[in-house]
């Protein structure tokens, strides 16, 4: 009976040890599969765009000329965690009715340099934003916002700046947010978020085992049931997350959600008392802004 078990204590083992054996080589491959490649429409994004230097890193943005004569200006601010290129079906349309059209993708995000480790912050990406208008020489000027989710609290943080009228920052003329969580009691993130925000052990584990099935079905029900992405778009945005390694810093980024409750007053009372103009989106998903802030302030 003991030498039974001992062989079979031993037989055991040594399944274990030839599972690890064949399983190490799959892991190291599955960790180092490379990022897909940019569909032709991103790939035309990327070489349609720009970089301009911040600090020593690279931000990737869009700027084009719309209407002759008209003096509007519209700033679109991406969402969380994707890039500029969210606003791709909707660039001509608003060429037709501004200006000048300017996108950017975040530090961190899209075509932009993503540095780890770094300490990602919405104060930082406000910085960006004023950063770039004043390379495109247009510090001076009245400036449109059109932003979502993640890029809400960005232009928040934007408003605020301009309320206290310091110098040098940005002169918002109109703003709109749409979708998202600008009231931090009012969003619920995914197991999945509350994971990697909080910057636990697993976090570091869980961002290099991301792959785009994990992404794709977290992503698409956040979306209105008529506004859901194909899986070519999804490929879209996921080649976007995966240049330069930015699965890597997801757990980094998402450190907004707890800077959105550390900064609440300073966010919300900005929108609170705000005396600029603000418009709505119109459709199933650019309702919630509108709707929450009835509710919170009614």
Avoid at 129 to 151: C, K, T, W
């Amino acid at each position: 009976m003991i030498r039974s078990h001992r062989l079979e204590t031993e037989l055991m083992r040594e399944w274990w040890v030839q599972v690890g054996l064949l399983a190490m080589p799959l892991l190291a491959a599955y960790l180092h599969i490379p990022p897909p490649q940019l569909s032709p429409a991103l790939h035309s994004w990327k070489t349609s765009g720009k970089f301009f230097t911040y600090k020593g890193l690279r931000i990737f943005y869009q700027d084009s000329v719309g209407v002759v004569g008209s003096p509007e200006i519209v700033v679109l601010l991406h969402g969380f965690p994707t890039s500029s290129y969210d606003w791709y079906k909707i660039w001509e349309g608003l060429t037709l009715r501004f200006h000048r059209v300017i996108a950017l993708d975040f530090l961190g995000f899209g075509f932009s340099d993503k540095p780890r480790p770094h300490h990602y912050s919405i104060f930082e990406q406000a910085s960006i934003v004023e950063a770039l208008l004043r390379h495109l020489g247009l510090q001076n000027r009245r400036i449109n916002l059109l932003s979502h989710d993640y890029g809400d609290i960005v232009a928040q943080e934007l408003l605020y700046r301009y309320k206290q009228n310091r110098s040098g920052r940005l002169t918002i003329k109109s703003l709109c947010l749409s979708n998202g969580g600008i009231f931090p009691e009012t969003h619920r993130p995914l197991l999945l978020q509350k994971l990697l925000k909080d910057g636990g052990v697993l976090s570091p584990i869980l961002t290099r085992l991301m792959n785009f099935f994990v992404f794709s079905r977290g992503l698409t029900p956040v979306f209105g049931p008529y506004t859901r992405p194909s899986e070519s778009e999804l490929w879209d945005m996921w080649a976007g997350i995966r240049n330069n390694d930015g699965n890597l810093v997801i757990d980094s980024l998402l450190q907004y959600i707890n800077q959105r409750k550390k900064f609440r007053r300073r966010w919300v009372g900005a929108l609170a008392s705000v005396t600029i103009p603000r418009k709505r989106c119109r459709g199933p998903q650019c309702r919630f802004w509108m709707t929450t802030l009835a509710t919170t302030h009614s």
